[in-house]
T-cell receptor, first 114, second 117 residues
Framework: NAGVTQTPKFQVLKTGQSMTLQCAQD?????MYWYRQDPGMGLRLIYY???????DKGEVPNGYNVSRLNKREFSLRLESAAPSQTSVYFC?????????????FGDGTRLSIL | AQKVTQAQTEISVVEKEDVTLDCVYETRDTTYYLFWYKQPPSGELVFLIR??????QNEISGRYSWNFQKSTSSFNFTITASQVVDSAVYFC??????????????FGQGTTLQVKP
């Protein structure tokens, strides 16, 4: 019963390197989300995909790109990593875009940019 | 604009004490949903409760209870007889039922609860 799976769990990058964070869900959910968590700021939405084939910017999209590869997978790419992108990244999914549904979260990816 | 404020950054209690975590929200919508999530030291986010704006009934689940007051835009969370396992970061979140209906969550800053034995 995997739910939402994120890979990798930890990563250290040098400034300027690129990287893709992977997320997959096995709950047949339509909507998927990427958040970042920083101390004292809660979770902030980076990008989301309300349904397969669509993606939209969230609150803090600069420096990131996303791909909704299929219904199961939603990846987040850092093209040129910067120290300000050091954070914990969470992927989430929900059955549909209906606001009354809880989002289910992965275990997070701890990313450090040196 | 939507906003969620958890004014308590950190709370420390001794086991068996009751503790209330505050959450105040701002929204222009009349229909919205409020959530609480728990993040234990292991780091995952665990869904605790959902409440819609039309249901102001308080809810109790074991040692957990939630008090929703629309008049003060608050959705507070009380843990009765706290236990060490309750130590975690707790997040309050808001989701609006707008025309875009994307299901986005707006999170508060989180409250770190430490329960000492």
């Amino acid at each position: 019963n995997a739910g939402v799976t994120q890979t990798p769990k930890f990563q250290v990058l040098k400034t300027g390197q690129s990287m893709t964070l992977q997320c997959a869900q096995d709950m047949n959910h339509n909507s998927m989300y990427w958040y970042r968590q920083d101390p004292g700021m809660g979770l902030r939405l980076i990008y989301y995909s309300a349904s397969e084939g669509t993606t939209d910017k969230g609150e803090v999209p600069n420096g990131y790109n996303v791909s909704r590869l299929n219904k199961r997978e939603f990846s987040l790419r850092l093209e040129s990593a910067a120290p300000s992108q050091t954070s914990v990244y969470f992927c989430a999914s929900r059955r549909g875009a209906e606001s009354n549904q809880p989002q289910h979260f992965g275990d997070g990816t701890r990313l450090s940019i040196l | 604009a939507q906003k969620v404020t958890q004014a308590q950054t950190e709370i420390s209690v001794v086991e068996k004490e009751d503790v209330t975590l505050d959450c105040v929200y701002e929204t222009r919508d009349t229909t919205y949903y409020l959530f609480w999530y728990k993040q234990p030291p292991s780091g995952e986010l665990v869904f605790l409760i959902r409440r819609n704006s039309f249901d102001e009934q308080n809810e109790i689940s074991g040692r957990y209870s939630w008090n929703f007051q629309k008049s003060t835009s608050s959705f507070n969370f009380t843990i009765t007889a706290s236990q060490v396992v309750d130590s975690a970061v707790y997040f309050c979140a808001l989701s609006e039922w707008g025309s875009s209906n994307t299901g986005k969550l707006i999170f508060g800053q989180g409250t770190t609860l430490q329960v000492k034995p």
